[in-house]
């Protein structure tokens, strides 16, 4: 098996932490309908945590097929408060909505990763990171999304760790890479097993 390595996403904070590790990569966009494919599942009942799987699973062996003798990384993220899975909100409006929703109650990011090698699932994991944000009034969130403004639109929180979101909150537990949706740790320990970086 060769060693060549694609990362299956367009993130560009997925590839910094690639690139920061120091791993020799190409990225490859995955084609599937995210949407189309988290409906079925969530109308099922799936959890969150078989969500992100799925679709991890499905961005590694949409690409793998494409690129049969590579390794491909394929990684996604759900966030959940209970039992209600969020996705990014639409506008404004939207992002209001979540913020009151998270408002001094703890939610999970479920973050998975899988290696796929020609379309077939090698190995997958799940890491969880739990984000506790601290209580806020209706006037704090009005003037925290008028000053972040569509930033608050390109994350499922609508609030962003790295930048002025870390304001919103007074606890978290899981590591970085949890957080920003691929879990360096472990991903690093199976390349090594496959022989794909230096062990």
Known sequence: MTTTIILASSSPFRRMLMENAGLSFEAQAATIDERALEAPLEKAGATPD???????RAKAED?????????????????????????????????????????????????AVAIANNGVVLWEHLAHA???????????????LARVGDKALSSVGAYQLEGQGIQLFEKIEGDYFTILGLPMLPLLTKLRELGAIDG
């Open 50 to 56: 078989a969500v992100a799987l799925a679709l991890a």
């Open 63 to 111: 690409v793998s097929r494409r690129f049969s003798d590579s390794l491909v990384i394929g990684s996604d993220q759900t966030m959940s408060l209970g039992d209600r899975v969020f996705h990014k909100p639409k506008d404004m409006a939207d992002a209001a909505g979540h913020l009151h929703a998270l408002s001094g109650r703890t939610h999970r990011l479920n973050s």
């Open 130 to 144: 739990e984000l506790t944000m601290r209580p806020l009034t209706a006037e704090f969130i009005a003037g925290h």
